[in-house]
T-cell receptor, first 114, second 113 residues
């Protein structure tokens, strides 16, 4: 089946620094990629939707200058959390969508900002 | 009001029990329904995908959709400790891969040996 690789699985960074999370579809081309944020014991909250080669569409309340999304190819999307602060600590999950394989999720990245 | 309502539980059952998980939704535009299983600190994995009203079975799992009542269910037969996870219902308005998913809150299930 379809596989989405998300790295890193866990990252700890200092407040004020930037962190990049990578999401890669390994055996299929993703027409669309989604980025979610999940707080403990809560459901997934959609942050943004991105299509290859175009700007991401951000959900209401999500700061596009803080959460930079790049979708350079049909197999790779990155989320950069810029000038991270402790309140950005969360579990970030990507999902890659394709016509043939539906929605496939990455394994998630646990970000801790200290 | 949330578009998708799901009882967060927690739900605790003995091994071998039949588990029933449910979601209701308010928007009749939802046409495609999914159930995901999420283990702690992992991404969700797809269990079932359904479109039409009725039942769909896959091994120990049965997904049920009742569009007239805007109600979907997931049944797990002969539950196992390895089924302990959070179960998320999700739905979309279109079949296209670019259509966003709307998730329920997730139900935390524990199957006790």
């Amino acid at each position: 089946g379809a596989v989405v690789s998300q790295h890193p699985s866990r990252v700890i960074c200092k407040s004020g620094t930037s962190v990049k999370i990578e999401c890669r579809s390994l055996d299929f081309q993703a027409t669309t990629m989604f980025w979610y944020r999940q707080f403990p014991k809560q459901s997934l909250m959609l942050m943004a939707t991105s299509n290859e080669g175009s700007k991401a569409t951000y959900e209401q309340g999500v700061e596009k200058d803080k959460f930079l999304i790049n979708h350079a190819s049909l197999t790779l999307s990155t989320l950069t959390v810029t000038s991270a602060h402790p309140e950005d600590s969360s579990f970030y999950i990507c999902s890659a969508a394709s016509w043939t394989d539906g929605y496939t999720f990455g394994s998630g990245t646990r970000l801790t900002v200290v | 009001q949330k578009e998708v309502e799901q009882d967060p539980g927690p739900l605790s059952v003995p091994e071998g029990a039949i588990v029933s998980l449910n979601c209701t939704y308010s928007n009749s535009a939802f046409q495609y329904f999914m159930w995901y299983r999420q283990y702690s600190r992992k991404g969700p994995e797809l269990l079932m995908y359904t479109y039409s009203s009725g039942n769909k079975e896959d091994g120990r799992f049965t997904a049920q959709v009742d569009k007239s009542s805007k109600y979907i269910s997931l049944f797990i037969r002969d539950s196992q400790p390895s089924d302990s996870a959070t179960y998320l219902c999700a739905m979309s308005k279109q079949e296209t891969s670019g259509s966003r998913l709307t998730f329920g809150e997730g139900t935390q299930l524990t199957v006790n040996p």
